[in-house]
């Protein structure tokens, strides 16, 4: 047995094979004599490639629109095309292997995309390349597809997107292990969103002699067993039995009002990333949607979702939410959640860069595509629209008056929406904190974001795992920032909620009730736990 430590990011025991997982591609170029063996490979990838893509298409059908899947159809009939399959195989015939058969293939067809003036065409350039990918990891083996697993899986990387860590909620995948990554990134707050249980920062773990092993975590401790033994099994489904019979006596605070003991009443919301984490949202009894992270919509697509698109997401959402309030986040990408069609230059500090309300604000087509489609969509349920990094008045006002337009655009139309809709901002900066009197003014809630406010307020990079050990959540200044915005809201008599990571933190639960915090937005899995803390308070 070997024994491997590292960060807890969700607690939980997870059994299963591992599967080391890289989506580095290092296409090397070799003659082959075997020409027969190579088109069999490239045979059995195409396969393996229309399989993943067909799979794709049904789940995005299922998940969001046939609109949406459509991406998925075509991606399956280029796979199959004759003429593309044709020149890989003419290759191969040459005496090359199969992978750089794939690759020079794929660069070609793009080339000749890119050139047509047709711009229709010129996007299928992306496409060509994104289906050779697929078929090169089929043949390296690096594919990634959950529902192919036989087997009970923990997947090995050196570090996850939060666009991968999303994949993983399908199929036989029982938690996750990485080499990098931050406590505190986007990806380990999937994990607990997605009741994954995940440790990062173990060194090592990439060992390419560990495919296939059993393993086992202990999110709980930050441990991995490689090859455990009867009695370290023994231990941990010992322990697995005693945390599943404790989960199962909070289903008892089901259908129990979220009221303090001297009767003050909380809302205990969800935070969720797509349509997917909707049914957990459900099954832990949250009283609504503190925080939809609209990003992953974008991350998920290969290109702008359109309008129509969003609209239907949004209403779906409203509507199985059954008149609770969904707070719909606007677009919050940049630093660790990037989206290549965006076409935004690298920059030396993302985090502090063009991200968030600074895009939207600068970009304002692709913001009124967002705002319609939530305004749209607030006619079918209680939704309210939430502008994420706002620093600056001027900012919010900004922000404001975009919508305001986009009102004026939908009432031409006559289309229906909620002209009461609440809107409300992230306090997710020092600055907006100290300002928190005169922001509160203008908007009817606030949302702390304590992640980002950690990270703002110390200067501490929370994807940069060298400083994990200084990102402390519970430094003074950020709780005076918390309690200085909750107060500035009770005087101008509009709500506040914290939706970052802390508001599950249950040794700070008493404070912020004190503080005036209204509402506590979780990852799903936290809501009957804190449910059951906050009904045992004297508050």
Known sequence: MITKNGKGVFGGIAFGKIHIFSDHIDVKKYF???TAKEKERFERACNKAFDETISLMEKTKEDVGKK???IFEIHSMMIRDEEYVSAVESRIEGGINAEAAVKETGDEFAEKFLSLEDSY???RAADVIDISERIIKALMGKSLNAKDLKEKTIVVAHDLTPSQTVQLREGNISGFITEGGSGNSHTAILARTMNLPAVIGVKGIMDEAYEGIDAAIDGSSGTIYIAPNNTTMKRLEDKKIKSDGEKELLQKYKGVKTVTKSGKEIMLYANI???ADLDMVLANDAEGIGLFRTEFIFMESRTFPSEEEQFEIYKRAAEKMGGRRVIIRTLDIGADKKVDYFDIPEEENPA???RAIRICLERTNIFKVQLKAILRASAFGKVAIMFPMICTLEELRKAKSILNEVKLELDFAGIKYDRNIEVGIMVETPAAAIISDILAQECD???IGTNDLTQYTLAVDRQNS???SQFDTHHESILRL????????KKEGIWTGICGELGADESLTEKFIKWGVDELSVSPVYVLSLRKKITELYV
């Not at 918390?482 to 809201?489: L, P, S």
């Open 121 to 123: 065409m010129k996007q």
């Open 352 to 354: 502090m860069g063009f």
């Open 273 to 275: 990333s797509n349509m």
């Open 482 to 489: 918390i309690r200085i915005t909750a107060e500035n809201a």
């Open 68 to 70: 949406e899947a459509e």
């Open 466 to 468: 060298k400083v994990n």
């Open 32 to 34: 082959t004599s075997d």
């Open 445 to 447: 809630f606030f949302s």
